[in-house]
């Protein structure tokens, strides 16, 4: 019952922009997206999370789109450190995190 | 501080065995929880504490037991395992439950022989 869909893999050259999508089609008017990573060996780490509106931090910056079907989550230069697998998941107030299979995100040097 | 810290990071049992996973946390959180995770899979809920009350099991076998002495303090009793409990399990914490933005340990890697 995954409520979002992400590719697989994605790969990203060290400097650049990587920008992944996430859709999120059957998406209810009260939840969230959240954004995870977790790199290899160690526990996942929150990254952000949107309800409507476009939210940026220290980390990254996620891009809902306007029906809120689908969103995007840009890393505005990725290292080598950014490699991970990066989880999209969408959360209502009273439930738990359920993560999906993720996107496994390489960052080419 | 904003660490979430586990121990051990890495654990050995036999079938017959009884030990416990440790995680800490000082950033004054009142929820706590426990994933286990699978080799190539993603995080699965185990077990929620709030307020150091058990409010969350998500059905988990009686061979694993979870204890929160204090708010700090989260352990996991393991008992009588068997070889497919082998899995990483992760600690998190978070402000309030339910939370989202969760702080997750390293966690301890457990191969059960």
């Known amino acids: 019952d995954a409520k979002t869909t992400q590719p697989t893999s994605m790969d990203c050259a060290e400097g650049r922009a990587a920008n992944l999508p996430c859709n999120h089609s059957?998406?209810?008017?009260?939840?969230?997206v959240y954004w995870y990573r977790q790199i290899h060996s160690q526990g996942p780490q929150y990254i952000i999370h949107?309800?409507?509106n476009n939210e940026t931090n220290e980390m990254a910056s996620l891009i809902i789109t306007e029906d809120r079907k689908s969103s995007t989550l840009i890393l505005p230069h990725a290292t080598l450190r950014d490699t991970a697998v990066y989880y999209c998941?969408?959360?209502?107030?009273?439930?738990?995190?359920?993560f999906g299979k993720g996107t496994r995100l390489h960052i080419l040097p | 501080d904003t660490e979430v810290t586990q121990t051990p990071k890495h654990l050995v049992m036999g079938m017959t065995n009884k030990k416990s996973l440790k995680c800490e946390q000082h950033?004054?959180?009142?929820?706590m929880y426990w994933y286990k995770q699978k080799a190539k899979k993603p995080p699965e809920l185990m077990f929620v504490?709030?307020?150091?009350?058990?409010?969350i099991n998500e059905s988990v076998p009686s061979r694993f037991s979870p204890e929160c002495p204090n708010s700090s303090l989260l352990n996991l009793h393991l008992h009588a395992l068997q070889p497919e409990d082998s899995a990483l399990y992760l600690c998190?914490?978070?402000?309030?439950?339910?939370?989202?933005?969760?702080?997750f340990g390293p966690g301890t890697r457990l191969t059960v022989t």
């Open positions: 998190a914490s978070s402000q309030g439950q339910p939370s989202y933005e969760q702080y």
């Open positions: 059957t998406i209810s008017g009260n939840e969230y």
């Open positions: 949107g309800l409507k």
């Open positions: 998941i969408v959360i209502r107030g009273d439930d738990k995190i359920i």
């Open positions: 950033m004054g959180h009142r929820a």
């Open positions: 504490y709030s307020y150091e009350k058990l409010s």
